[in-house]
């Protein structure tokens, strides 16, 4: 039985090392496909948001003011994925603010991340863009509410790794597809994928 923290930031720009800041964070706990728990907070960090984020988060300079503070949200956050490994849909994106916010109040960021975006470009190489809202609407995947806020993409990411989990046992006959299975996977290469899967056939 493995749980897994399946983890999305909304944030004011691209890139923590531009000094771009995490605006809020949505963690769904997710045990062999059962959704366990969830954790959702919007945070102040004390960094404006720019019109065209507000735009497309719908998060707003004026939520952002009556928010708690990044470092008591990233303090119950850590608490919350505990040693859990993560998932996330463009991983290295989450994982950067994770880890500087983290850095910023002390905290440890050890935790292994799995991409639902990587894995999908080698179990549907064939979609025609492997976008998250792009994939949840060839895959039928439920939609909950607006994209691009942390609870609603997360959500839908776990529907996304609850599929491929899904997709994986049933087309090449794996008996455990777990975050280690699927980290392997994301960082084979498309043709070598189907090899690696069929080895693991029954196990």
């Known amino acids: 039985m493995q749980t897994v923290a399946i983890l999305d930031f909304e944030t004011t720009g691209l890139s923590p090392t531009q000094g771009d800041r995490a605006t ?3 963690v769904v706990l997710l045990r062999d496909g059962q959704i366990v728990d969830r954790y959702q907070s919007l945070m102040n960090a004390g960094r404006r948001i720019p019109s065209d984020v507000a735009n497309l988060t719908g998060i707003t300079n004026e939520m952002i003011a009556s928010a708690p503070s990044v470092s008591k949200v990233m303090r119950e956050a850590a608490k919350f994925v505990g040693k859990h490994p993560v998932v996330a849909h463009n991983a290295g994106f989450d994982r950067r603010f994770w880890q500087a916010e983290l850095a910023l109040i ?3 960021s050890d935790q ?3 991409c639902t ?6 179990i549907y ?3 025609q863009s492997h976008r998250l809202s792009n994939l949840a609407e060839m895959l039928r995947l439920p939609k909950t509410g ?6 609603v993409d997360a959500e839908m990411t776990t529907h996304l790794w609850c ?3 899904y997709d994986i046992a ?7 597809v777990d975050h280690d299975l699927i980290s392997r996977v994301q960082v084979t290469s498309k043709e070598k994928v189907p090899a690696l899967l069929r080895s693991l056939a029954g196990g």
């Open 163 to 165: 599929r491929l989990q």
């Open 24 to 26: 809020e964070i949505a």
């Open 112 to 114: 292994s991340f799995a």
């Open 146 to 151: 607006r994209a691009h806020r942390a609870m």
């Open 170 to 176: 049933q087309t090449y006959g794996v008996g455990r």
């Open 106 to 108: 002390g905290e440890a």
């Open 125 to 127: 190489p064939h979609a």
């Open 117 to 122: 975006m990587l894995a999908s470009r080698r």
